[in-house]
């Protein structure tokens, strides 16, 4: 078949891009190898080396160029353009499309490798070659991941040039292929809404940026053990290695900024296995970059700094098979697929793992000795420990979220505990706790040792003051929960100690505080997440006047609360109003207003909030949340359920009609449904008051028994049926309270089933939504800490790079 | 001993104890029949939603409340009452992992809790000519 239109070329264009970035790394690769070599041909070696590094990145810009036109010029043809973009989607969201897919995230992290590899050729100076032969590796294996071709049968990476929509066996039987002008009528499946904003441009090309930077510390590691040359290279990776902790913190932050502004579970951190993975890295990274620091001070932890720093790389590879494996399935609400790489991606992880750990192994005993042991009253004691700290939460924090791993090996069938964020929680809290004391008093630790005296005149004020403040917030908080006051204590602390630090010590001298800015943020963020966490009041909560779990068991007192359009309910200490629902596009905005009583007690209108849910008939509809930001609290809101039909209201209605019948077969003790009650079939009998009902002698009557139970009453309905000259003429029960009808329609007398018919009342059935809100207290300390704590870190850079 | 032997045995003793931790903190992935043989305990039951029965939500009765039928991945089928409000898009879901305990005799699964798959961003949907 000769299909018209079609755009070929650029496929292939793309193709041998992605051919040449596999060949040239790896020809780098060995080439840099060679040029490690303590040997006259070694210059040679570099010189090629280095031009087949730039040719690599040119092949990767080439991808990148390639890929974007075929986006831009919505080139369906491709499966990955039908797949992640559409005609009717705005150009600024080009670049969510370009990496939702994971041949697209291959690709970014590879960009960023190509970058930081340029600007090591330029930096590395003696380091170069060995340093440079690892990363090129580590991008040989990155560009294998998108070869997309079959050896031996088994296909090794995913190619977004070389499958067509119409070969993807999945569609090749459909109608649209027979047609050879299918390209004219062809549109993209679009953009998942949940990714249609800017986060979705900011947050992955930075977090992967932050794991594109593990792999220098790493590759200088490799080079310091390979080269023999076990202490020269903490100096030049360590600037490089706290870049890494400041933007991979900062991706990951963006992360849990995203979840509580675009996200409905109501926080900003889930402790779901995909934010687990990148946490990991980044908690062994800061313990690496610290290890490093002690080491270029003090010679000390050589072997910690080696491993630490081989770790976090792998961990960035076990983060990348975590999530792309699908191994994850069911555990994970980031929903992935096996796009069948896994099997690569662990070759890729024990490769480097077994590497590192050999050259460390082989190298160990070369290591340069301390003549002492570090004394207890050291600072590089201390940081050592902070570091140890560190690498046991990672574990914990792996361990647990690694649960889909040990189930597919060990074949066991554990799933991970209804409330995994308190599990979590409680296990992290003594190492934030031990994490944030050290902060404290780290600083004022001196190294080889410091004299207890001194050493507590100088902690001395920060810790009264902290003390005192804490004291202050318990009480002023009604901070109830004890276990948490430690770490209230301890982040307290470790911001106002090193805060005193940057003044008394430093004199205020800014260019030496980097670390003292970056731990006071690092003590916010955790003050924070501590405050709004713990203190987080759902108000939401089911505070109707009666205790709905008190009807029975089938209630139950939750976090949702039932808003009917223009009832006004208390809500926490506001009186909330939901006024109606209005469309905007895909959007549907759901507007409820906000009271609070004045002075006079009368209700003003303080502010609007409108949650929406987003509408996506391929992807599914998804609710996403509206926050008011006040200065010390968030009040975070968003829909749990709404009815989105209807959304023009019909005006001239009735409201006071009853509508259609719905006939109901019931046995006793059967439960029927009004949109306000629950009904009981008891019982049917024949002791009905004949003379009130204008019933005659002869007539045949029988009353049904039901029980109707509302949110906060319990009513009963006694429809009659009656027999009067051989017709059935029933008497009909209106129940005003609920507005609702029942009547009676017939029975079976053999086995007591009976008919009953059931009519609301037009306004019965008035529009609603199902909604939770909840007041985020001080979470504001939490971003600003995250700012605080970045600036802080490039300060720190800088300052290292000057020197 | 060196200071540092003593930390590393610290670090031992608490991985140790993440890892048993870990064990005794994990409900366990189990089918309708599992579970209704130990109606007391909480599992993870997965299966998919029955289409052809019914689905009842009453937000004005209660917004917590919501039945519906699972067939679970053995073919079991078995009556669900989610203690929580409908999902948004539950007509949509591919997969269901319920978290909650069998109740018996009347053999219902009585859910505190529901994660749902939707259709999968990389397996739904066929290219379809546009309109």
Redesign the interface.
């Known amino acids: 078949m000769n299909y018209i239109n079609e755009h070929l070329g650029i496929g292939k264009a793309g193709n041998l891009f992605v051919i040449l970035s596999f060949v040239f790394a790896l020809v780098a690769s060995i080439s840099y190898f060679l040029a490690s070599r303590d040997n006259e041909e070694a210059a040679s070696w570099k010189r090629i080396a280095r031009i087949s590094f730039r040719i690599h990145g040119l092949s990767v810009a080439g991808i990148v160029g390639t890929l974007f036109v075929m986006l831009y010029s919505h080139y ?1 043809e491709y499966e990955y353009v ?2 992640h973009s559409s ?1 009717d989607m705005p150009m600024r969201y080009i670049l969510s499309c370009f990496w ?1 897919g994971q041949e697209g995230s291959f690709l970014l992290w590879t960009f960023w490798h190509v970058v930081i590899g340029l600007i090591l050729q330029r930096t590395a100076k003696t380091f170069e070659a060995p340093v440079m032969a690892t990363i090129s590796l580590v991008q040989a294996f990155l560009a294998s991941m998108l070869l997309g071709i079959f050896v031996f049968e088994h296909r090794i990476g995913s190619n977004p040039f070389t499958v067509l ?1 119409r070969n993807q066996p ?2 090749a039987n ?1 109608p ?1 292929f027979q047609n050879p002008h ?1 390209l004219d ?3 993209g ?1 679009g953009l ?1 809404p949940l990714l249609q904003n800017y986060w979705m441009t900011i947050h992955p090309p930075t977090l992967f940026l932050g794991f594109a930077l593990t792999v220098v510390p790493f590759a200088y590691a490799i080079a310091g053990l390979w080269k023999k040359q076990y202490n020269e290279w903490i100096k030049p990776a360590l600037p490089w290695a706290f870049l890494g902790v400041a933007i991979l913190g900062i991706g990951i932050l963006m992360g849990g900024a995203w979840a509580y502004e675009a996200l409905s579970f109501g926080g900003f951190w889930a402790w779901d296995p995909v934010e687990n993975a990148s946490l990991v890295p980044w908690l062994t990274l800061v313990g690496t970059a610290h290890l490093m620091i002690i080491n270029k001070n003090n010679g000390q932890s050589l072997l910690a700094a080696f491993f630490l720093a081989v770790l976090t790389f792998v961990l960035i590879l076990y983060s990348t098979f975590l999530t792309r494996s699908g191994i994850l ?2 555990s994970s ?1 980031h ?1 992935f ?1 096996d ?1 069948g790489m896994s099997g690569q991606l662990l070759i890729y992880l024990f490769f480097f793992l077994i590497l590192g750990v050999y050259l460390i192994i082989k190298n160990w005993k070369y290591f340069p000795r301390q003549s002492q ?2 004394g ?1 009253w050291s600072r590089e ?1 201390w940081m ?2 902070g570091a ?1 700290v560190l ?2 939460s990672s ?2 924090i792996m ?2 979220t690694s ?1 889909p791993v040990w ?1 597919k090996l060990f074949d066991l ?6 409330d995994v964020i308190a ?1 979590y929680n409680n ?1 992290q809290l003594p190492f934030a706790f031990i994490t944030t004391l050290l902060i404290a008093v780290g600083q004022y630790l001196k190294y080889k040792h410091t004299g207890l005296v001194e050493f507590l005149k100088k902690i001395a004020i920060s810790f009264i003051l902290s003390f005192a403040l804490t004291i202050w917030v318990i009480y002023m908080l009604n901070f109830d929960k004890q276990y948490y006051s430690i770490l209230l204590f301890s982040s307290i602390f470790a911001a106002i100690s090193n805060a005193n630090y940057m003044v008394m010590v430093l004199k205020g001298k800014i260019k030496k505080a980097g670390a003292s800015v970056a731990h006071v943020g690092f003590a916010l963020v955790m003050l924070g997440v501590l405050l709004s966490t713990s203190k987080k009041d759902v108000i939401s909560r ?1 505070t109707s006047t009666k205790s ?1 779990s008190a009807l029975g068991e ?9 808003l ?1 359009k223009g009832d006004t309910l208390p809500m926490g200490k506001y009186m909330v109003t939901y006024t109606g629902k209005c469309a905007e596009g895909i959007n549907i905005k759901f507007d409820v207003d906000y009271f609070l009583r004045d002075a006079s007690g009368n209700l003003k209108k303080e502010f609007t909030l409108s949650p929406l ?1 987003q509408t996506n008939p ?6 996403e949340p509206d926050t008011r930001h006040f200065p010390t609290f968030d009040v975070y809101t968003h ?4 009815d989105l039909e209807k959304i023009k209201e019909e005006k001239n209605e009735n409201k006071d009609e009853y509508d259609v019948e719905k006939i109901k077969s019931l046995k006793r003790g059967d439960t029927i ?6 009904i009981i079939f008891d019982s049917i009998s024949t002791n009905v008051d004949r003379q009130k009902n204008k019933i005659e002698e002869n007539d045949i009557a029988i009353v049904a028994h039901l029980r109707a ?3 906060s009453k319990k009513y009963d309905a006694t429809p009659i049926y009656v027999i009067h000259s051989n017709m059935v003429l029933p008497i009909p029960f209106e129940l005003e309270p609920l507005g609702l009808l029942f009547t009676f329609r017939k029975i079976n007398p053999s086995n007591g089933e009976i008919e009953i018919s059931l009519q609301e009342k037009k306004s ?1 059935t008035k529009d ?1 939504i ?1 909604m939770q809100a909840m007041i985020f207290p001080y979470i504001n300390i939490l971003w600003i800490g995250a700012i605080i704590m970045a600036l802080g870190t490039f300060l720190a850079i800088v300052e290292r790079i000057r020197k | 001993m ?3 032997h003593i ?1 590393i045995i610290i ?1 031992i003793a ?2 140790i104890g ?2 048993f ?3 005794n ?6 089918d309708f029949g599992e579970a209704a043989k130990e109606p007391g305990n ?3 039951v ?1 299966g998919k939603r029955d289409k052809d029965k019914e689905m ?10 919501f039945s519906f039928y699972m067939t679970d991945n053995n073919g079991v089928e078995c009556k669900v ?1 989610l ?7 539950f007509e ?1 879901s591919e ?1 269901i ?1 319920l ?1 909650g305990k069998m109740k018996m005799p009347e053999k219902e699964f009585q859910a ?2 529901i ?1 749902m ?14 309109k």
């Not at chain 1, 391929?618 to 609710?623: F, I």
């Not at chain 1, 829909?639 to 709404?642: G, L, M, Q």
């Not at chain 1, 449904?673 to 629950?678: G, H, M, Q, T, V």
């Not at chain 2, 009842?56 to 409340?65: E, F, G, H, I």
Request: proline share 4%; net charge neutral.
């Open positions: 369906f039908w797949h005609k939702e929509l999945d569609f459909i649209l299918y009528k062809l549109d499946r998942n399935g069911e609400v929903a697929t796009l042991e570090e207890i004691f050592f420990v140890v690498l046991v574990f914990q361990f647990y649960m189930n069938h554990k799933a991970p505990a209804k599990f296990w089911n709905v089938k209630f139950s007192d939750d976090d949702n609360i039932l009917t849910v391929r992807m599914g509809n998804v609710a829909v749990t359920y709404a449904f009004s949109s306000n009650a629950i139970i509302a949110v019965n609603f199902v | 060196k200071k540092v930390i670090i608490v991985a993440a890892i931790t870990t064990l903190n994990t409900s366990t992935y189990a909480e599992f993870h997965v009842v939500y009453n937000p004005k009765v209660d917004a917590n409340l009452v203690h929580k409000n409908k999902p948004q898009d949509h997969q992992v978290i505190s809790d994660l798959k939707c259709p999968s961003k990389y397996n739904d949907g066929k290219p379809q000519a546009s």
